[in-house]
């Protein structure tokens, strides 16, 4: 089992910044990537980026591309998003989740955080 607690949401500016972190635990040496979601008001969760454990290589959905910037620490088993020039569109639930293979899916699962952006 692997727990992963989120933090860092908070209310700000557009055009401002800030920094999720998602500290993992348990049987971190099962997690073989891991993501960030969002899910905005009335909407579906959707991809925003993710970092392989291993070697650090990540992905990013389009729209946060040159935005949004994942990153890992292994020693301390956390996975960070920092989020530039933030748009109202950025309001919603980030949640932080872990897969054990690049074929099966996000198995774990944070309790979410909120990001709310005021324009």
């Known amino acids: 089992q692997v727990h992963l607690v989120e933090s860092g949401g908070d209310l700000v500016q557009a055009g401002g910044s800030l920094s999720l972190s998602c500290a993992a635990s348990?049987?971190?040496?099962?997690?073989?990537?891991m993501g960030w979601f969002r899910q905005p008001p009335g909407k579906e969760r959707e991809f925003v980026a993710s970092i392989t454990w291993s070697d650090g290589s990540t992905a990013y959905a389009d729209s946060v591309k040159g935005r949004f910037a994942i990153s890992r620490d292994n020693a301390k088993n956390t996975v960070y998003l920092q989020i530039n020039s933030v748009k109202p569109e950025d309001t919603a639930v980030y949640y932080c989740?872990?897969?054990?293979?690049?074929?099966?899916?996000?198995?774990?699962w944070g309790q979410g955080t909120q990001v709310t952006v005021s324009s």
């Open positions: 989740a872990a897969r054990a293979s690049i074929l099966s899916t996000y198995k774990y």
């Open positions: 348990g049987r971190t040496l099962n997690i073989y990537t």
